[in-house]
């Protein structure tokens, strides 16, 4: 079983609404992540936190706001989302020690959403 | 820049027929990670096993069984015998290991394999 737990599994959303996706783990890691996938292709990174602070954020459009509070927590605001945004939304999780680079990401099951 | 090449978008063999998912790769760092990752339908990526560019020891796990060649820059998996339940999209992933901090995956575009019954 997967050590990064993610809820919800699946969210339908109209465009106007606000929604949170979020993320838990208990491994003691210091990176955070957020992908989207979309059907049929490869995830795609959207947001990386390390040591709670955002250090990448792949040119995402604002009505995503990523948030961590806390080095276990991981969240994913969403607002006036459009359409195109539904997708599988994976967290992920790895240590922050050494060649960060080269540790192992851990992903959660992800979160379906579909905006209508 | 990098990039990770899954050429084969689907497979589909007959339960216990081995079978190869190939991966090629482009980097410019002399130091870089390699990953495989499995997704069923679920949804989860599911981790499979991480190579460092220093070490080109071929691993064996059970059926699975993966081939590292430098020269060719190639990270080959092989399912032996292969089952219903392998069926998963496969995706072969790089980490180049010049950043300072946590970077992310860069994904072939994944291989979708079907084990029939």
């Known amino acids: 079983d997967t050590e990064v737990t993610q809820t919800p599994k699946h969210l339908v959303m109209g465009m106007t609404n606000k929604k949170s996706l979020k993320c838990e783990q208990h491994?003691?890691?210091?990176?955070m992540y957020w992908y989207k996938q979309k059907a049929k292709k490869p995830p795609e990174l959207m947001f990386v936190y390390s040591y709670e602070k955002l250090s990448i954020n792949e040119s995402v459009p604002s009505r995503f706001s990523p948030e961590c509070p806390n080095s276990s927590l991981l969240n994913l605001h969403l607002h006036a989302l459009q359409p195109e945004d539904s997708a599988l939304y994976l967290c992920a999780s790895s240590r922050l020690v050494g060649r960060s680079s080269g540790n192992t990401i851990y992903f959660g099951e992800g979160s379906w959403l579909t905006v209508v | 820049a990098q990039k990770v090449t899954q050429a084969q978008t689907e497979i589909s063999v007959v339960e216990k027929e081995d079978v190869t998912l190939d991966c090629v790769y482009e980097t410019r760092d002399t130091t870089y990670y390699l990953f495989w990752y499995k997704q069923p339908p679920s949804g989860e990526l599911v981790f499979l096993i991480r190579?460092?560019?220093?070490?080109?020891q071929n691993e064996i796990s059970g059926r699975y069984s993966w081939n590292f060649q430098k020269s060719t820059s190639s990270f080959n998996f092989t399912i032996t015998a292969s089952q219903v339940v392998d069926s998963a999209v496969y995706f072969c992933?790089?980490?180049?290991?010049?950043?300072?901090?946590?970077?992310?995956?860069?994904f072939g575009k994944g291989t979708h394999l079907i084990i029939q019954p």
């Open positions: 992933a790089l980490s180049e290991g010049s950043g300072g901090g946590a970077d992310g995956l860069t």
């Open positions: 190579r460092n560019s220093f070490d080109e």
């Open positions: 491994m003691g890691h210091r990176a």
